[in-house]
T-cell receptor
Framework: DAGVTQSPTHLIKTRGQHVTLRCSPI?????VSWYQQVLGQGPQFIFQ???????GRGNFPDRFSARQFPNYSSELNVNALLLGDSALYLC???????????FGSGTRLTVV | GENVEQHPSTLSVQEGDSAVIKCTYS??????FPWYKQELGKGPQLIID???NVGEKKDQRIAVTLNKTAKHFSLHITETQPEDSAVYFC????????????WGAGTKLIIKP
């Protein structure tokens, strides 16, 4: 079975631009979570979606948004990119909302 | 809110020896404590987890212990091998964090040949 897949793997954007990151969960998993991992730190929670509804939101500005589609895949959108948005963005899927998160390999975003 | 502290930040052990990484958490309502291993260029991989109704869990060379009273939990790796070299993260979650994982800062484990 395929694991959690994220695309693209790497991305370079300019300050002020918009970016869309994509995630396909493990088949059968209905929950998708997004995390931001800055180099040398642990991941920080951004969003969780379950059955296409937002179930949680971390302490991130409104420039960050996400959605989940009927096939349970998800997109993370970031507007008006700042240099500080440079990070590894991780997607995790799980059957439910509380346990057993499986992570993808992430999207490395560099803002210049 | 929940806060997770992890120590040490770097741990170097001789191949074959044991490694122990410790984490403390602040929210007594947290009830789920996973450990993840992250290799360079990859996402975190769940290696073991424990729930608050259990004090210890083992899986081959890996074990996790939980002390709810003291609010700390530890990862134990025995008979370390070169492939154990990676960054290890602890995390905690529960009702008060809306079941979102709150992560420690990570421990870089170096296995010396």
């Amino acid at each position: 079975d395929a694991g959690v897949t994220q695309s693209p793997t790497h991305l370079i954007k300019t300050r002020g631009q918009h970016v869309t990151l994509r995630c396909s969960p493990i088949s059968g998993h209905k929950s998708v979570s997004w995390y931001q991992q800055v180099l040398g730190q642990g991941p920080q929670f951004i969003f969780q979606y379950y059955e296409k509804e937002e179930r949680g939101r971390g302490n991130f500005p409104d420039r960050f948004s996400a959605r989940q589609f009927p096939n349970y895949s998800s997109e993370l959108n970031v507007n008006a990119l700042l240099l500080g948005d440079s990070a590894l963005y991780l997607c995790a899927s799980s059957l439910w909302t509380a346990y057993g998160y499986t992570f993808g390999s992430g999207t490395r975003l560099t803002v210049v | 809110g929940e806060n997770v502290e992890q120590h040490p930040s770097t741990l170097s052990v001789q191949e074959g020896d044991s490694a122990v990484i410790k984490c403390t958490y602040s929210d007594s309502a947290s009830n789920y404590f996973p450990w993840y291993k992250q290799e360079l260029g990859k996402g975190p991989q769940l290696i073991i987890d424990i729930r608050s109704n259990v004090g210890e869990k083992k899986d081959q060379r890996i074990a996790v212990t939980l002390n709810k009273t003291a609010k700390h939990f530890s990862l134990h790796i025995t008979e370390t091998q070169p492939e154990d070299s990676a960054v290890y993260f602890c995390a905690a979650s529960g009702r008060d964090s809306n079941y979102q994982l709150i992560w420690g800062a990570g421990t870089k484990l170096i296995i010396k040949p």
